[in-house]
């Protein structure tokens, strides 16, 4: 399984942009399906954004569409996470993931996971 280290969480006023960064190795990282997740205080962790493995297809949770933008370059082994106009309501810790050849269009499976990283939005 390929190993994940995010970074590039922080405080960030509201609308502003901050830039996730996960980066894989221990693994061959074009083949894996990569997603983001996020984990507010009290709650469950949630689905963000997933991109499949040849950077084709992306989907993402409607609460962040338009705002964030989920990718990924294989030649240096990382998925990135732009997120623009942010709201408190972003506050989370975030977690990339990874799936071998998974399918982009399901939330679940994934056998790798970060250790996630704090992204906190001031309002």
């Known amino acids: 399984q390929v190993q994940l280290v995010e970074s590039g969480g922080g405080l960030v006023q509201a609308g502003g942009s901050l830039r996730l960064s996960c980066a894989a190795s221990?693994?061959?990282?074009?083949?894996?399906?990569m997603a983001w997740f996020r984990q507010a205080p009290g709650k469950e962790r949630a689905f963000v954004a997933i991109?499949?493995?040849?950077?084709?297809?992306?989907y993402y949770a409607d609460s962040v569409k338009g705002r964030f933008t989920i990718s990924r370059d294989n030649a240096k082994n990382t998925v990135y996470l732009q997120m623009n106009s942010l709201k408190p309501e972003d506050t989370a810790v975030y977690y990339c993931?990874?799936?071998?050849?998974?399918?982009?269009?399901?939330?679940?499976?994934?056998?790798?996971w970060g250790q996630g990283t704090q992204v906190t939005v001031s309002s």
């Open positions: 993931a990874a799936k071998f050849l998974g399918d982009p269009r399901g939330r679940d499976d994934f056998g790798s």
């Open positions: 221990g693994g061959t990282f074009s083949r894996y399906t």
């Open positions: 991109i499949s493995w040849a950077g084709i297809t992306t």
